[in-house]
């Protein structure tokens, strides 16, 4: 089973700052298995990247994704108080057929 | 736009069997996608339950597989999870979700409910 790390847990930001969050996998993932989602308190997660970098419908473009093997990065630039909330990353395994998430990674805007 | 809705009971007693419904609308349930179970315990990251297809091919964690059964009713548009022998450690916002196969681009859960909490207690 491939294990997703995040990091950091916990980040504080500031409005029109750049946010830079990680996930590193345990094995090689390809990169049309990965995704990312935003989870808003009391909300359901949001799809915001898939194949590691291609946008969501209607995700601005504040929002990219990238990487590949065992390391995937969520940059969010000029961040905006909405942003605030938990990120997860999120891989697909097909042998046999497995979905696993990082432990998210908190964002916090002061 | 599909739209998918979970139900059932919001409390379980312990050792007993928890039961949710997913009703999809807005689309059919036999479309090309996986259906999956996914739940969150409060204040916690998200965990995969299992899925299952329309021919009723289904998938599930290995964690969770010996307890765990998702089955489809077509004719409902809807699917099914029951979880047997359940702890406090299941109590949970249980979601269901579609997964997207979009080849070669990606895969991904595009689609969620929005979540029922079950607790478990006596």
């Known amino acids: 089973e491939i294990v997703l790390t995040q990091s950091p847990g916990t980040l504080s930001l500031s409005p029109g700052e750049r946010a830079t969050l990680s996930c590193r996998a345990s094995q090689s993932v390809g990169s049309r298995y990965l995704a990312w989602y935003q989870q808003k308190p009391g909300q359901t997660p949001r799809l915001l990247i898939y194949g590691a970098s291609s946008r969501a419908t209607g995700i601005p473009d504040r929002f990219s994704g990238s990487g590949s093997g065992t390391d995937f990065t969520l940059t969010i630039s000029r961040l905006e108080p909405e942003d605030s909330a938990v990120f997860y990353c999120q891989q697909y395994g097909s042998s046999p057929p497995m979905y696993t998430f990082g432990q998210g990674t908190k964002l916090e805007i002061k | 736009q599909v739209q998918l809705q979970e139900s059932g009971p919001g409390l379980v007693k312990p050792s007993g069997t928890l039961s949710l419904t997913c009703a999809v609308s807005?689309?059919?349930?036999?479309?090309?996608?996986?259906w999956s179970w996914v739940r969150q315990p409060p204040g916690k990251g998200l965990e995969w339950i299992g899925e299952i297809y329309h021919s009723g091919s289904t998938n599930y964690n290995p964690s969770l597989k010996s307890r765990v059964t998702i089955s489809v009713d077509k004719s409902k548009n809807q699917f099914s999870l029951k979880l047997s022998s359940v702890t406090a450690a299941d109590t949970a916002l249980y979601y269901c979700?579609?997964?997207?196969?979009?080849?070669?681009?990606?895969?991904?859960?595009?689609?969620w409910g929005q979540g029922t909490l079950v607790t478990v207690s006596s």
């Open positions: 807005g689309g059919s349930i036999s479309s090309s996608n996986w």
């Open positions: 979700a579609r997964f997207k196969n979009e080849y070669p681009v990606g895969y991904y859960f595009d689609c």
